[in-house]
């Protein structure tokens, strides 16, 4: 790991190929790239950003995009697994930010990288946090909120958080960092707190964190949810995932999938879009689902809905997509067949009983991010990215070009928390969406790389479904009297 400047990489003289590839993605990220002519050097003069996103080469380009803009950017992944060295390299190098991120850290390491990506190196009066923050999955969000929780205890009666008070290996992590920055930096949290105008969140299990923090009073900022911008969930969630679910499956093992019977735990925008890419590739599909919606969905769409219970002693491949935790035990896995593959695509490892399985069977490492877990009667089970999202630690993630409606969206909502940073119009502790009119253009912008021809709605059609007074008519271009 190599740390020269203000960054921590794998290695640096990866940057040449980082650049590269980074200049190719930028051609597949048209919304980006729009932004940058669009609101131009100075729309982000002087705000300081924080970013915990998957440190790939299609975050590099938003990095650059909000670099472009005039931000101050420092950065980490949300994931242990999820960096591209070359892209961090070529970040690093370039300073487009100050970066702290490698494949495989460890999870000490990790907390370590975001607490390097939320500190500035200088104290400007206000605080060495940050004014914005780029998240996903909501961990540099939690530090700052578990921090200044401990800052409130430790100021009334001298307490350190105490990482013995939780059974969660990972929260150790946290409070044990927390506790050790604590007695140098009593008001750092606090600072940070009162400094920052706001988060946007990428993702689905972020956005619950953030709601369920909204509803306990306890969010200490704004929040934007571009999880919820049609042009991200109904893109990145379903496309994204049927693109890199099959590439992560078959880089980690070259398994034949027609024939195969698989299944997928959910049927969200995550499931939907990995049911349908393993129907495409010929793999025999069952989708299990709590929600009666979305099962009979998965039925209409020609998927068996059963309990995993029913099937599991019968399948190759199962995937879980629910963001929700203990859906493959390892009593589960116990009953698979010898070389059944096992793997996740939601944001959080909790998905599959790791600890279990690391208890009852003995771990072979096959490769980087594949294992074979041997039960004792000698057949065993291939788990993926060790029970983490499996298209990010076994592959590339999802491709540019569905990456930039989502991050096109990321900046829309930083610009408009920047914007509007004075003026009260997103409230501490509310959770927003961005409006609809900013969802289509973010569509819009996607439009003519693909030659899509879209048509248009005539004074007197949008009259008659009644759209003419709404904002929608601003982008027909017809002015309306009040
Ligand atoms: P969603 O809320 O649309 O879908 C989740 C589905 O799982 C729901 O239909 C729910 O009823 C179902 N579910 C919940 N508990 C279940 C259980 N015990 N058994 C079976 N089904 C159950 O969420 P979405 O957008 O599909 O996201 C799912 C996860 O994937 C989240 O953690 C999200 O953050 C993550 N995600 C990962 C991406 C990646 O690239 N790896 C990309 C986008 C999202």
């Known amino acids: 790991i190599m740390s020269m400047g203000d960054y921590r990489v794998a290695d640096i003289s990866l940057a040449d190929f980082g650049r590269k590839e ?3 993605a930028e051609v597949e990220m048209p919304g980006l790239m729009a932004c940058r002519e669009e609101y131009g050097a100075d729309a982000l003069k002087g705000a300081r950003i924080a970013g915990s996103l998957h440190m790939t080469i299609q975050t590099a380009v938003l990095i650059e995009t909000l670099k472009a803009m005039g931000g101050d950017i420092r950065w980490c992944s949300c994931n242990i697994f999820s960096t591209q060295d070359h892209a961090a390299a070529a970040v690093a190098r370039d300073e487009s930010a100050a970066v702290f991120a490698w494949k495989g850290e460890s999870l000490e390491e990790y907390w370590e990288c975001t607490m390097n990506a939320i500190t500035w190196p200088t104290d400007d009066g206000k605080g060495d ?6 998240d996903d999955g909501g961990d540099m969000t939690l530090l700052v909120h578990e921090g200044y929780k401990a800052e409130e205890l430790y100021a009334k009666d001298g307490t350190l958080p105490d990482p013995a008070s939780t059974d969660n290996a990972e929260f150790k992590i946290v409070l044990a960092l927390i506790a050790r920055e604590l007695p140098k930096t009593p008001q750092k949290w606090h600072k940070v707190a009162a400094r920052m105008y706001g988060v ?6 972020g956005v619950h964190r953030l709601y369920l923090m909204e509803k306990n009073k306890t969010l200490l900022f704004p929040a934007i949810n571009v999880n919820d911008s049609v042009t991200k969930s109904k893109f990145d969630n379903l496309y994204g995932c049927k693109h890199s679910l099959p590439d992560g499956i078959m880089r980690a093992t070259d398994v034949m999938l027609a024939g195969k019977r698989v299944v997928i735990c959910g049927f969200g925008d995550v499931g939907k879009g990995c049911a349908q890419a393993m129907k495409a590739a010929g793999s025999i599909v069952y989708v299990t689902e709590v929600d009666p ?8 769409e020609g998927f068996r809905v059963v309990r995993l219970s029913s099937v599991i002693a019968d399948i190759d491949i199962v995937i879980t997509t629910t963001g929700n935790k203990g859906i493959i035990m390892a009593e589960d896995m116990a ?7 096992v793997g996740n695509i939601g944001h959080f490892d909790n998905e599959i009983d790791m600890d279990g399985v690391m208890k009852v069977a003995k771990r072979e490492n096959i490769k980087p991010q594949v294992d074979r877990f041997v039960f004792p009667d000698g057949h065993g089970v291939i788990v993926l990215a060790e029970g983490r999202l499996l298209n990010l630690g076994c592959a590339t993630g ?6 930039s409606a989502s991050f096109t969206n990321q900046t829309l909502a930083q610009l408009e928390l920047w914007k509007e940073r004075t003026s009260g119009k997103y409230a501490t502790g509310k959770v927003y969406v961005l409006p609809k009119v900013l969802d289509e253009k973010v569509a819009r912008l996607h439009l003519a790389s693909l030659g899509v021809e879209l048509t248009e709605l005539s004074t007197e059609q949008a009259e008659y479904i009644g759209i003419l007074d709404s904002c929608e ?4 271009g017809v002015i309306i009297s009040f």
Do not use: W, Y
């Open 22 to 24: 980074i200049q190719l």
């Open 129 to 134: 946090g940050p004014d914005l923050i780029v």
């Open 200 to 205: 946007s969140e990428e993702t689905t299990t």
């Open 293 to 300: 919606i979305c099962a009979l969905q998965a039925s209409m």
């Open 335 to 341: 009953k698979m067949k010898n070389n059944a593959i």
């Open 398 to 403: 999802h491709p540019s070009f569905v990456m």
């Open 473 to 476: 008519c601003l982008r027909l």
